[in-house]
């Protein structure tokens, strides 16, 4: 067999592949499932016109992508409604992504823009209607609850409001790194910042979510100065 | 005495971002420094907290919808097609036709009737949904 029979098979069984449970499983690593080759081909094939071959990259995608929304936004909802546009905004911007790139970072930089624009506008219009910002940021009643889909455990809860309390910026890095444990050169590209600055923000960010859960009354973490 | 171990090469360390030879140097550091090693004990257990709270976010597949989504273009574009050329042909028809001149402003009368009721109730319902408070809300 060829090395691009080899791909193109790898592709179809891609696609043939009923991938939710192994490619979006909670525990596995985003897109290990495919290889940067088998990404490459398939955008290609989607290039050529045939959105069925976008399907294996939503699911390999999929469930990394709602961790990192649901780290940024802290709604399950808004966050599905984030994901949903990335994906439709990569497909179309399929022809000018640059094949020599990696597929991932890419993807997540869209998606954190796109996080990102939602906030953005959910703020704006809450200033607009006169809200108080604050309550706009945490959606009323039921609706906010990150917690609400996931385990309901009094440390959980303390962890997500810790990470509502450091802010956009450090929770976006801090998603990215502890959540999905991208490496420090991804981080860079997505957050479009230099490499050299990834540790010190990292840095900041890790200790104001630590001072934050400990403000919250959460032990987990230690208390008293780092010196 | 041991140099300090920069706040940057702490995060490095933790995160597996050093090459062997900066790594062996910051584990004699470490070693040597009950300091570090109860800041790196707590930063530890500060990122399996975070990461822990991945196990419980889950997607609802979403396939079904972009697919929706990205095969729709061709769907308007074909619409929008069939329309400009059906309107066309139509206008064509209007002004060629031998019909008495007041049929001929009845029929514009209406077509540009229901055009304008269309494009207003779109309108209307446009500037609904933008300033509706609960349009997050309701699904």
Not at chain 1, 41 to 69: H, N, Q, S, T
Not at chain 1, 164 to 181: F, P
Not at chain 2, 83 to 110: H, P
């Amino acid at each position: 067999m060829t090395h691009s029979e080899s791909i193109e098979r790898s592709t179809a069984e891609a696609v043939r592949f009923d991938g939710h449970a192994a490619l979006s499983s909670p525990t596995s690593p985003r897109g290990a499932e495919l290889t940067a080759e088998v990404e490459r081909e398939l955008i290609r094939k989607c290039r050529a016109g045939d959105a069925r071959w976008f399907e294996p990259l939503v699911y390999a995608y999929e469930g990394p992508g709602m961790r990192v929304a649901v780290g940024m936004m802290r709604d399950p909802d808004a966050a599905h409604d984030a994901l949903q546009e990335s994906f439709v905004k990569v497909f179309r911007k399929l022809d000018h992504f640059d094949l020599e790139r990696s597929f991932g970072p890419w993807f997540f930089q869209i998606l954190r823009n796109q996080c990102r624009d939602m906030l953005r506008s959910r703020r704006a219009r809450a200033r607009h209607e006169g809200h108080d910002e604050r309550l706009e940021e945490r959606p009323a009643g039921a609706r906010w609850d990150p917690g609400r889909q996931m385990e309901r455990s009094e440390a959980t809860r303390i962890i997500w409001e810790g990470l509502e309390v450091v802010g956009e910026d450090q929770r976006e890095i801090l998603v990215l790194k502890e959540l999905e444990d991208f490496r420090y050169h991804e981080i860079a590209e997505i957050l479009d910042i230099p490499e050299g600055t990834v540790a010190s923000r990292l840095y900041h960010a890790r200790r104001a979510l630590r001072e934050a859960l400990i403000e919250l009354g959460y032990a987990g973490v230690g208390s008293g100065d780092e010196g | 005495m041991i140099p300090e171990v920069t706040k940057e090469e702490l995060m490095k360390f933790l995160d597996d971002e050093l090459d062997a030879v900066e790594r062996a140097r910051i584990e004699r550091r470490i070693a040597a420094s009950t300091e570090l090693q109860r800041d790196l004990a707590r930063y530890r257990i500060l990122k399996a907290e975070v990461k822990s709270l991945g196990s419980g976010v889950h997607s609802r597949g979403i396939w079904s919808s972009i697919r929706r989504r990205v095969t729709r273009p061709l769907g308007w574009i074909m619409l929008l097609a069939g329309s400009l050329l059906w309107t066309g042909w139509a206008g064509w028809v209007y002004f060629t036709s031998d019909e008495a001149v007041v049929a001929k402003l009845a029929a514009g009368a209406i077509v540009i009737g229901v055009t304008l009721l269309l494009a207003t109730t779109i309108h209307e319902r446009w500037i609904e949904w933008q300033t509706d408070p609960y349009r997050d809300l309701v699904r």
